[in-house]
Nanobody
Framework: QKQLVESGGGLVQPGGSLRLSCVAS????????IGWFRQAPGKEREGVAC????????NYEDSVKGRFTISRDNAKNTAYLQMDSLKPEDTAVYYC?????????????????WGQGTQVTVSS
């Protein structure tokens, strides 16, 4: 059974850092592009970052550029999202998703595996 499990969320003060992990089981992340998404209360889910299946390229949503870094370790079957300089507006449930060869997209779940999410709260 394919499964993605996120971890690493929590409560952090503004300006702080967190590293989220996304561990795959039941399948390998080789040849899977990995995306991180988030959903704040009362808002639609949005894409945050995506890393290619090769790990050679990544793209970011404008509001997180320069603060968040997506990475992957295929040997550990794990992807990461390093979040620095966190702001209260980063508060959301964060989800990872995996899709064969291309970045997961919100307009279709075809061929996409999703995790259950991890809560990130940025507050003083």
């Amino acid at each position: 059974q394919k499964q993605l499990v996120e971890s690493g969320g929590g409560l952090v003060q503004p300006g702080g850092s967190l590293r989220l992990s996304c561990v795959a089981s039941g399948f390998t992340l080789d040849y899977q592009a990995i995306g991180w998404f988030r959903q704040a209360p009362g808002k639609e889910r949005e894409g945050v970052a995506c890393i290619s299946y090769s790990g050679n390229s990544a793209n970011y949503e404008d509001s997180v550029k320069g603060r968040f870094t997506i990475s992957r370790d295929n040997a550990k079957n794990t992807a990461y999202l390093q979040m620095d300089s966190l702001k209260p507006e980063d508060t959301a449930v964060y989800y990872c998703a995996a899709k064969y060869l291309s970045c997961p997209r919100l307009n279709t779940n075809v061929g996409t595996s999703w995790g259950q999410g991890t809560q990130v709260t940025v507050s003083s």
